[in-house]
């Protein structure tokens, strides 16, 4: 039998998803001081870092100068994918040879190639020393950028690198003190590191030690690494196992994941792959229990449909899942099934300012992904334009037709049958340095949780009460009456 009035009542039944232009957050008793406040959080299931913002995957947010910058203040950033597999893996490589205790993945040189040879590749690569390696990778010594500079370039990398009887190194042993203590003594720059028959390990330099003590909450790997995320299509196995040497989080980039051929093609992808991998954007509880079922082992989910600042999905199709509501949703399902404050919520898309990010984590979040406030900074790949004396830098949608111009990333909005633009195109004001963007966030944030008297992110999601403003009412929680001549 039909239900009466059963179109009608769905309209009277439906939930109300509200968004962060509908909330605020009460004050309550406190005794912690925005200072004490620690933003310590899981960013997926193995990894913790301490601040937890993280920076979109799209092509005018995140390449490796955003990820640098961002995990040497305690995010991640999420590589984008718009590019071919060879970029996106050098910008993983980028990443993690920023600075390390010990580089791994050391670019090296045959004794028999010339100094013209040492000097393209020192050039290519921006370093300054090369370990000399035979074919079956044993150290036979070290060419750096003062040997070369002024050699004939025809010259055999054999005859001006500095030989093993005088070369220093070590093995993997050595301790970060032990390091220091003996690059100083011997006025070197780069230490190798050899196994027990003498093989090339890895090497370390002394920028690295460094630059390990200027950025003390830095997200780093097991290695001393900088943490980095890459953004892969779930049809794409080729190029996730191949960012998987070198990424620590792999990150499923599709605007609706749950549909039966992303979730199995996924359930793949994680079975390939050693890093951890976030799946999304989800928006209902259904898709965390499918994406569970399914995939089986997901690490993290990100969370979020149609409320990013470039978005045209929730016009073009009328389907969406704010941010706000979607996460207090997936907060739910992840409670349901036990796996709340394990399995992460990554807050995706609408975030304007610190305010919304304590909105998002109070709301069940551990962490929040920003496009629209890091494009905007010197370290974002977009362009720089000047504008009636005022810089902004590009921004566009990954649905776009900018980006879908290059079509890379073109499955993310679709397996290419769908020929909608969901992303708009344009500028964001320039915001100085990510370490600046982040400063001013941060603090906003933790002055919020001083308010709400939560110690932590955790602490957050169970003192946090909520309030409803109506719409005339947001306008008395900004600044009013008043020209205002900046801000
Ligand atoms: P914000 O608000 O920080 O949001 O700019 C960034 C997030 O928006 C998503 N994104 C899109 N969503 N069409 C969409 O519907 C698009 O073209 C588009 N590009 C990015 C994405 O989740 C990102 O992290």
Redesign the pocket.
Same mark, same amino acid.
Request: proline letters at 4%.
């Given at each position: 039998m039909v239900k009466e009035n059963f179109f009608y009542s769905r309209l009277l039944d439906a939930p109300l998803a509200l968004t962060f232009y509908d909330l605020i957050l009460q004050p309550g008793y406190t005794e912690v001081e925005p200072r004490e406040v620690s933003l310590r959080t899981k960013v997926t299931i193995n990894f913790e870092i301490n601040l937890p913002f993280v920076s979109?995957?799209?092509d005018t947010v995140t390449g490796a100068d955003m990820a640098i910058a961002l995990a040497r203040l305690g995010g991640v950033g999420i590589l984008h994918r718009n590019c071919s597999l060879e970029e996106q893996v050098a910008m993983a490589r980028r990443v993690k040879r920023a600075e390390s205790f010990i580089i791994r993945d050391v670019v090296t040189i045959s004794p028999d190639m010339k100094v013209a040879d040492a000097i393209e590749i020192m050039s290519e690569h921006d370093i300054h020393g090369l370990p000399v390696v035979d074919s079956a990778n044993y150290l036979l010594g070290i060419v750096t950028w003062r040997d070369v500079r002024y050699s004939d370039p025809d010259n055999l990398v054999r005859d001006v690198m500095t030989g093993k009887d005088k070369l220093i190194y070590s093995d993997e042993s050595i301790t970060l003190e032990e390091a220091k203590r003996l690059m100083n003594k011997y006025r070197i720059e780069k230490l190798p590191i050899v196994d027990k028959e003498g093989k090339l390990l890895g090497l370390i330099t002394f920028k690295d030690l460094e630059l390990r003590g200027k950025f003390p909450n830095a997200s780093r790997d097991p290695d001393g690494r900088l943490l980095v995320g890459a953004a892969v299509s779930p049809y794409d196995l080729n190029r996730a196992v191949a960012l998987d040497r070198y990424v620590d989080i792999l990150v499923v980039d599709v605007?609706h994941f749950h549909n039966k051929n992303v979730l199995n093609a996924t359930r793949k992808l994680v079975r390939s792959v050693s890093a951890d991998v976030v799946v999304g954007?989800v928006g209902t509880k259904e898709a965390v229990f499918d994406a569970i079922n399914i995939v089986e082992e997901v690490a993290g989910f990100?969370v +979020?449909i &149609? *409320?990013?600042?470039?978005?045209?999905?929730g016009v073009v199709t009328r389907v969406a899942a704010p941010t706000l509501f979607a996460v207090a949703n997936v907060a739910d399902a992840l409670i349901e099934l036990g796996e709340h404050g394990n399995i992460p919520i990554i807050a995706?898309?609408?975030?304007k300012n610190s305010g919304d990010i304590a909105l998002a984590l109070a709301a069940g979040a551990s962490a929040v992904?920003?496009?629209?406030?890091f494009?905007g900074t010197r370290e974002s790949p977009g362009r720089l334009m000047a504008l009636e004396g005022k810089y902004y830098k590009e921004y566009y +949608?990954? &649905? *776009?037709n900018k980006?879908r111009m290059r079509r890379m990333s073109l499955d993310r909005?679709s397996i290419p049958s769908k020929d909608v633009e969901?992303?708009v195109e344009g500028w964001v004001p320039y915001r100085g340095t990510v370490k600046d963007v982040v400063s001013e966030l941060k603090a906003g944030l933790e002055a919020a949780m001083g308010y709400v008297g939560a110690a932590s992110i955790k602490d957050l999601w169970s003192k946090a009460k909520f309030a409803r403003v109506s719409p005339a009412g947001m306008g008395e929680i900004k600044p009013h009456n008043i020209f205002m001549i900046k801000g």
């Amino acid at each position: 039998m039909v239900k009466e009035n059963f179109f009608y009542s769905r309209l009277l039944d439906a939930p109300l998803a509200l968004t962060f232009y509908d909330l605020i957050l009460q004050p309550g008793y406190t005794e912690v001081e925005p200072r004490e406040v620690s933003l310590r959080t899981k960013v997926t299931i193995n990894f913790e870092i301490n601040l937890p913002f993280v920076s979109s995957p799209m092509d005018t947010v995140t390449g490796a100068d955003m990820a640098i910058a961002l995990a040497r203040l305690g995010g991640v950033g999420i590589l984008h994918r718009n590019c071919s597999l060879e970029e996106q893996v050098a910008m993983a490589r980028r990443v993690k040879r920023a600075e390390s205790f010990i580089i791994r993945d050391v670019v090296t040189i045959s004794p028999d190639m010339k100094v013209a040879d040492a000097i393209e590749i020192m050039s290519e690569h921006d370093i300054h020393g090369l370990p000399v390696v035979d074919s079956a990778n044993y150290l036979l010594g070290i060419v750096t950028w003062r040997d070369v500079r002024y050699s004939d370039p025809d010259n055999l990398v054999r005859d001006v690198m500095t030989g093993k009887d005088k070369l220093i190194y070590s093995d993997e042993s050595i301790t970060l003190e032990e390091a220091k203590r003996l690059m100083n003594k011997y006025r070197i720059e780069k230490l190798p590191i050899v196994d027990k028959e003498g093989k090339l390990l890895g090497l370390i330099t002394f920028k690295d030690l460094e630059l390990r003590g200027k950025f003390p909450n830095a997200s780093r790997d097991p290695d001393g690494r900088l943490l980095v995320g890459a953004a892969v299509s779930p049809y794409d196995l080729n190029r996730a196992v191949a960012l998987d040497r070198y990424v620590d989080i792999l990150v499923v980039d599709v605007a609706h994941f749950h549909n039966k051929n992303v979730l199995n093609a996924t359930r793949k992808l994680v079975r390939s792959v050693s890093a951890d991998v976030v799946v999304g954007n989800v928006g209902t509880k259904e898709a965390v229990f499918d994406a569970i079922n399914i995939v089986e082992e997901v690490a993290g989910f990100r969370v +979020g449909i &149609g *409320s990013g600042s470039i978005c045209k999905t929730g016009v073009v199709t009328r389907v969406a899942a704010p941010t706000l509501f979607a996460v207090a949703n997936v907060a739910d399902a992840l409670i349901e099934l036990g796996e709340h404050g394990n399995i992460p919520i990554i807050a995706d898309g609408g975030i304007k300012n610190s305010g919304d990010i304590a909105l998002a984590l109070a709301a069940g979040a551990s962490a929040v992904m920003m496009g629209n406030l890091f494009a905007g900074t010197r370290e974002s790949p977009g362009r720089l334009m000047a504008l009636e004396g005022k810089y902004y830098k590009e921004y566009y +949608g990954m &649905g *776009s037709n900018k980006a879908r111009m290059r079509r890379m990333s073109l499955d993310r909005y679709s397996i290419p049958s769908k020929d909608v633009e969901e992303g708009v195109e344009g500028w964001v004001p320039y915001r100085g340095t990510v370490k600046d963007v982040v400063s001013e966030l941060k603090a906003g944030l933790e002055a919020a949780m001083g308010y709400v008297g939560a110690a932590s992110i955790k602490d957050l999601w169970s003192k946090a009460k909520f309030a409803r403003v109506s719409p005339a009412g947001m306008g008395e929680i900004k600044p009013h009456n008043i020209f205002m001549i900046k801000g």
